[in-house]
């Protein structure tokens, strides 16, 4: 895991970011997760549970 974040300061309160590298047939790789917490659903955009579903 990095220690690295590209959440703006003002959106830290709803937003959280995790960036993982490893290394991938000797070359960089990064997984970049951007989390975002909701009190209800937003039904306009897709929901993670619906598209592991499919």
Same mark, same amino acid.
């Given at each position: 895991?990095?220690?690295?974040? =590209? &959440?703006?300061?003002? #959106?830290?309160?709803? +937003?959280?970011? +995790?960036? =993982?590298?490893?290394? =991938?047939?000797?070359?960089?790789? /990064? #997984? =970049?997760?951007?989390?975002?917490? $909701?009190?209800?659903?937003? /039904?306009?955009? &897709? $929901? &993670?549970?619906? &598209? +592991?579903? /499919?």
């Amino acid at each position: 895991m990095e220690k690295d974040s =590209f &959440v703006e300061p003002n #959106l830290k309160k709803s +937003i959280s970011d +995790i960036l =993982f590298s490893a290394k =991938f047939n000797s070359e960089d790789g /990064y #997984l =970049f997760l951007l989390l975002e917490h $909701q009190s209800k659903p937003d /039904y306009s955009t &897709v $929901q &993670v549970k619906n &598209v +592991i579903n /499919y």
